[in-house]
């Protein structure tokens, strides 16, 4: 059925986006005079709840459309589909397309520091190597190495393996003396991946929940480094790898390293429960398939016990040492019963606490393993790792002509998901999964391609270079400004190449720097910081229209508007308020002409930020 209707529009449906539990939403729908319908109908279906059939009233005649109107309260929590249905005089029916509507918790906040400030992604090996800490021996098969910068090894082994065991030295200290570097930046959150004692340099194919990897540093460095970020105003966030353990582990054990009892070696380990074994000790349930990572069960009550509930448990541990919350790896693998748990253990120690999943969709309606996630409704996360959105923007600044498709992507997880979360995004434009955003920017089709054994670094030519540089200046000033926190990951801000895992993670060098880049990064973020109260700034579409994307936010009687044209041509709009821009905050990057009346030309490859 055509139906007359934009769910992003206040007039058919207000308030607009999700909603919290108990508020009353007024819905208008409208259908062609010329059908001649007896009645029409919002129905609503909630997964695993009540569902909800409401009689339209007519209001108004519309565009040739009978306008009829609809209210609804919500009496439970979850995620409502609706969609509107019309009957007609010869007793047929017919339906509209399907909207989404979530409805979460009233009590549901998340902090204000995952809303403004700046988060800092740290691969801790390939950090900062400081030389006042001396790594003790281990008894493991790993390489020590001292040629800091070189490539890291890629190469398969005999049995055809990548064992990822080559370790540059970054350690805790060296993240330490960093500090003040990571201060001029503006940094007032880092992400660290895995710091716990484990077989590999990117650590997570955990050995011990409860020990810092002795060729990182103690656990009293860590708390040094809790510390001095306290200190600077800067809030740790540790890496929760909570899916699946190391093969070589305490708990697991296969390779016999640790004095104890491991699952692998008898029946009898007091995890042992922890596992399934489809054929006792040699077949495994493990992540994807990796046989260095069993994969845990995470409804046993012992495991749940272990890292959550007990007095000593590793996520209260890791709290007492003065962490500020988790990114939670593989967070789509969790059981929602566990983050749940886990969301409750993390507030209760500190309700200003963050918990951040790693989710690579939509996250207010993924499916996972048969299960729709409940991330968002009040239960469960924070925030969610904003990958979506890194997609779209670079594949606007890339292939240009994409602003309606990045509008409407951004758009979506706006109605999607609750105010807080949205407002609270992990807005990252590369991690240690991801190759480099100005390998991909630079690379001519926007993708990365490599042979591990014929070009494994994949520089870019001085070409490349140059317009990697002109996407990366013209997206930064979209992602510096998106409700969220960015995100850089450890280097992308001194213009660090490379591909995926592992040449993506490099060793960070200074005396290397892109300053031409670097500067750039100051000089948004400096910016931003003008921005006073930005987390409490709303988010407004303005225009996205082939090569040009337009958003705004406002607060009170302030406004930001954000202007990106990524194309090869002029492109033009207007501002619409009569502004004086002596008395305003501008930001510019190319080509920019705003009139007094606030009639804007936007040169190829420009954009602007400014506050009014």
């Not at 047929?92 to 549901?108: C, N, P």
């Not at 991330?375 to 790792?385: A, C, I, P, R």
């Not at 509008?407 to 992990?426: G, H, K, Q």
């Not at 305003?584 to 490859?605: K, M, Q, W, Y």
Request: proline content about 4%; overall charge negative.
């Amino acid at each position: 059925m055509e139906c007359l209707y934009n769910s992003k529009e206040k007039y058919f449906k207000n308030p607009f986006g999700a909603v919290t539990l108990g508020t009353t939403v007024i819905f208008k729908a409208g259908v062609d005079r010329r059908l001649l319908i007896d009645e029409i109908y919002l129905r609503l279906r909630c997964e695993g709840g009540i569902d909800f059939d409401i009689k339209g009233s007519w209001v108004e005649l519309k565009l040739g459309y009978d306008m009829y109107h609809f209210d609804f309260t919500s009496s439970q929590i979850g995620l409502y589909s609706y969609f509107f249905e019309a009957h007609f005089h010869d007793d047929g029916w017919d339906s509209s397309k399907i909207y989404q509507l979530s409805v979460y918790d009233k009590a549901y906040q998340t902090p204000d520091w995952l809303k403004q400030g700046l988060m800092y992604q740290v691969f801790p090996d390939r950090f900062c190597r400081s030389a006042s800490y001396n790594p003790p021996a281990l008894l493991k098969d790993y390489f020590y190495r001292k040629d800091w910068g070189a490539l890291p090894n890629y190469k398969q082994d005999a049995k055809g393996v990548i064992q990822n065991n080559d370790f540059f030295g970054g350690n805790i200290l060296g993240i330490i003396e960093k500090l003040p570097y990571l201060m001029s930046i503006g940094v007032t959150v880092i992400y660290l991946n895995p710091i716990v004692e484990a077989f590999s340099n990117h650590r997570y194919d955990t050995g011990d929940f409860k020990k810092v990897d002795p060729l990182l540093g103690t656990l009293d460095d860590f708390k040094d480094l809790c510390s001095k970020c306290d200190q600077y105003g800067i809030r740790i966030i540790l890496d929760g790898v909570f899916n699946h353990t190391g093969s070589d582990s305490i708990y697991f054990n296969k390779a016999g390293t640790y004095p104890g009892l491991g699952a692998y070696q008898s029946k009898d380990s007091p995890y042992y429960s922890w596992y399934h074994f489809t054929e006792f000790p040699d077949k495994y349930e493990a992540w994807w398939g990796i046989a260095t990572l069993p994969q845990v069960k995470e409804r046993e009550d012992s495991y749940i016990d272990y890292i959550l509930r007990n007095e000593n448990s590793v996520v209260k541990f890791w709290m007492r040492a003065g962490a500020s919350g988790f990114r939670l790896d593989v967070a789509d693998e969790l059981p929602s019963e566990f983050i749940k748990e886990l969301r409750k253990t993390v507030k209760k120690m500190n309700p200003n606490a963050g918990i951040i999943g790693e989710v690579w969709e939509n996250a207010s309606n993924k499916i996972s393993y048969g299960e729709r996630r409940k991330y968002f409704l009040g239960e469960e996360l924070d925030s969610v790792m904003n990958y979506p959105v890194k997609d779209a923007l670079i594949r606007f600044v890339s292939q240009g002509k994409k602003a309606e498709e990045l509008a409407l992507i951004i758009e979506e997880l706006w109605e999607d998901y609750p105010w807080p979360a949205f407002n609270s995004l992990m807005n990252s434009l590369g991690t240690h999964d991801t190759a480099r955003i100005l390998t991909v920017l630079g690379n001519p089709e926007g993708l990365v391609k490599y042979n591990r054994d014929e070009k494994a670094t994949l520089n870019l030519s001085k070409e490349q270079l140059e317009q990697a540089k002109i996407r990366l200046f013209n997206l930064l000033i979209i992602w510096a400004f998106l409700p969220g926190i960015p995100c850089i990951y450890y280097g992308d801000e001194i213009g660090m190449q490379g591909a995926e895992d592992p040449f993506n993670r490099g060793c960070f060098d200074e005396n290397h720097a892109d300053f031409d880049i670097l500067s750039y990064y100051k000089k948004v973020l400096s910016f931003r910081c003008l921005v006073n109260d930005i987390n409490l700034f709303d988010y407004r579409p303005e225009l996205a229209k082939n090569s040009l994307f337009v958003f705004s936010r406002h607060k009170g009687g302030k406004s930001l508007y954000v202007a990106v044209n990524s194309g090869d041509s002029l492109e033009t709009f207007d501002l619409k308020p009569e502004i004086t821009l002596s008395q305003e905050l501008l930001f510019i990057n190319g080509d920019v002409t705003i009139s007094p009346n606030g009639f804007c030309l936007v040169g190829a490859r420009s954009g602007f930020v400014i506050c009014l």
